[in-house]
Structures are given as structure tokens and as C-alpha cells.
């Protein structure tokens, strides 16, 4: 697969893991874009290195979507856990 795939379903993943796992996160939707694409990218790593076989075999296989998903998945409650609960406050003053 191509680069242009491997950010779309990069993209659709994260999406689907803040679905998953919903709740608010320090950094955004931007954020969220990019634990997508490299949960993708480590989602496909961990099927090939765990299971033996190759998780990414093609944009429509179920396998390369539940790969994405899963590193996808990973990745949002590592940064979770390493962020933890900071969250900026902005105060207005009147």
C-alpha cells in the first residue's frame, strides 16, 4: 500500500479509537490524526511480529482495519497514561 493509504487509514483508525474511546484528550483532534497513523503503522508491526502473519494485506482487507484500530487503540491510552489528566485553563477576565 502506498503512503496516501497507509495516512487514510491512519486518519479513519484514530477516528474510530476516539469512538471507542471517548473522552477529552490534551492536543486535539491533531493529535488524535497522528496517534491514528502511527497506531496504523504499530497495529500492523504487532500482527506481523505477535501472530506471524502479515496484518496489512490491503486498503479493504478486514485484517489491516482491525490492525489500525488496535495499534490505534494502544497508542490513545498510552498517551492517556503519560499525559495523564493535564489539561490547560484559559480564565477570562471580565
Known sequence: MGIIAWILIGLLAGAI???LLPGKDPGGALVTMLIGI???LLGGFLGKVIF???SIDGFFDLSTWV???VGSLIL???Y???TGNRRTHRHRHA
Request: aromatic share 0%.
Open 17 to 19: 479509537a476516539k469512538l
Open 38 to 40: 502511527a497506531g496504523g
Open 52 to 54: 506471524g502473519v502479515d
Open 67 to 69: 490492525a489500525a484500530v
Open 76 to 78: 490513545l491510552v498510552l
Open 80 to 82: 492517556r497514561a503519560v
